[in-house]
């Protein structure tokens, strides 16, 4: 298959796997966190990955991508970045 990234990025894949997990009955718990910089939200990222918790989506949006999420929803923009946590 071709993939074609951002930025010119040109590759193509010749393996692939797929790992799947089993799904928890119960609730879905939603965790969205605003940080000031995007290293920030890494960071924090980083240590929920270290941590041994293993959520089903983790997320970061930058402030571009919240900047044009905020003007399609009319919402206020704090101009920071977004870290959105599944479990």
């Known amino acids: 298959a071709l993939m074609i990234g951002s930025e010119g990025t040109l590759g193509v894949v010749v393996e692939a796997t797929l790992r799947t997990r089993r799904i928890v009955p ?10 000031a910089t995007v290293d920030d939200a890494a960071r924090a990222s980083a ?38 946590i599944q479990f």
């Not at 119960?26 to 940080?35: E, K």
């Not at 990955?49 to 900047?67: F, I, Q």
């Open 26 to 35: 119960g609730a879905t718990i939603v965790i969205s966190a605003a940080f």
């Open 47 to 84: 240590v929920i990955s270290a941590s041994g918790l293993t959520p089903a989506v983790m997320e970061l949006l930058g402030p571009s991508a919240m900047r044009h999420i905020s003007d399609l929803l009319g919402l206020t923009d704090d101009g920071g970045a977004r870290l959105i």
